[in-house]
Nanobody, 126 residues
Framework: QVHLVESGGGLVQAGGSLRLSCAAS????????MGWFRQAPGKEREFVAA????????VYADSVKGRSTISRDDAKNTVYLHMNSLKPEDTAVYYC???????????????????WGQGTQVTVSS
């Protein structure tokens, strides 16, 4: 059974940094895309970043581009999201996702991945 477990969330002041981690178990995702999404209260889940299998490609939402880095350690079956210059509008529950049904492509921006974590809360105070 596949499990994705996020960690690293918390309360941080505006301008600060966080590194989110997502540890996968149950199978290897080294050849599969993985992504991060977030959902703020009253809003739809939105794309943050994605990384292709073997780290051959990455893509970011405009809202976090230049402030965030997605990476993966396939030996640990773990994907990371490092966020800098955090803003109050970054406050949300952050979800890790793995294995979009059609692999890598424009659809990695959509929340259609096969596997999801339970989320970790990130709160940015002003």
């Amino acid at each position: 059974q596949v499990h994705l477990v996020e960690s690293g969330g918390g309360l941080v002041q505006a301008g600060g940094s966080l590194r989110l981690s997502c540890a996968a178990s149950g199978r290897s995702f080294s050849t599969n895309a993985m992504g991060w999404f977030r959902q703020a209260p009253g809003k739809e889940r939105e794309f943050v970043a994605a990384i292709a299998g073997r780290s051959v490609n990455t893509v970011y939402a405009d809202s976090v581009k230049g402030r965030s880095t997605i990476s993966r350690d396939d030996a640990k079956n773990t994907v990371y999201l490092h966020m800098n210059s955090l803003k109050p509008e970054d406050t949300a529950v952050y979800y890790c996702a793995a294995d979009p049904p059609r692999g890598w492509g424009p659809w990695v921006h959509t929340p259609t991945y096969n596997h999801w974590g339970q989320g970790t809360q990130v709160t940015v105070s002003s």
